[in-house]
């Protein structure tokens, strides 16, 4: 399998970024790991928003802060996948949204890039203290449950979540 690494956003991303967001977006799939990036109407919005929620002091009410990073492909530098890592969990995270959200775009797929997304950012949330990931998928993802099994998560339990009308599985990822 080639490897990934894992880097923060910042400007010089624009491009390799909004690309990601065409194909994904595309492809017609629900937007995972990439904060506001679908509805956001440029790239500068998308960053600055990111920026915003990466710090304590600028988070705003109701989130808690979270690093948003690109995975990219060692060998060519690819941007292959996106993932969002909330370093705290509140109420609803805590219930159905966990502390990782991950996608791989869809030309990529097929290569369990996000299982070792989900290794690479064992490290930084273990680098916060954190001793366990939340990492929750709907019921019926089987990639995303297959994907968080292999990175060692354990299933809790499925909470049912009405706003969204449907079932979570939520599973924990000892650091
Ligand atoms: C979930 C997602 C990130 C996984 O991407 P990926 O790393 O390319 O995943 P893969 O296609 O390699 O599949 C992962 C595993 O699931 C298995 N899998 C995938 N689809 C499957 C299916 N329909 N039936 C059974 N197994 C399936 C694969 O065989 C693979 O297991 P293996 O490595 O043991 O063979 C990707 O599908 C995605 O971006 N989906 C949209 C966003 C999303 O759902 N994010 C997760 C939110 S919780």
């Known amino acids: 399998m080639e490897e990934l690494?894992?880097?923060?956003?910042d400007e010089g991303d624009e491009t390799a970024v909004m690309d990601y967001r065409a194909?994904?977006?595309?492809?017609?799939?629900?937007?995972?790991?990439?904060?506001?990036?679908?509805?956001?109407?440029?790239?500068a919005e998308f960053l600055a928003a990111q920026r915003r929620l990466a710090r304590a002091e600028t988070c705003p009410p109701g989130y808690v802060?979270?690093?948003?990073?690109?995975?990219c492909r060692r060998t060519d530098g690819r941007l292959v996948g996106m993932l969002?890592?909330?370093?705290?969990?509140?109420?609803?995270?805590?219930q159905t949204g966990g502390h990782v959200g991950y996608s791989v775009r869809p030309s990529e797929r097929g290569r369990a890039y996000a299982a070792q997304m989900v290794e690479l950012v064992k490290e930084p949330a273990r680098a916060l203290g954190?001793?366990?990931?939340?990492?929750t998928c709907n019921r019926g993802n089987i990639a995303s449950a297959r994907t968080i099994e292999k990175a060692g998560g354990v299933l809790e339990?499925?909470?049912?979540?009405?706003?969204?009308?449907?079932?979570t599985r939520r599973y924990w990822v000892a650091l």
Do not use: C, V
């Open 157 to 167: 339990d499925e909470r049912r979540d009405e706003a969204e009308h449907r079932w």
């Open 84 to 94: 969002n890592f909330r370093h705290a969990l509140n109420d609803h995270l805590l």
């Open 130 to 135: 954190l001793d366990q990931l939340l990492i």
């Open 5 to 9: 690494y894992l880097k923060e956003i």
């Open 65 to 71: 802060p979270a690093t948003q990073y690109l995975a």
């Open 23 to 43: 194909e994904y977006l595309a492809a017609g799939d629900e937007p995972n790991g990439m904060g506001n990036l679908a509805e956001a109407g440029s790239y």
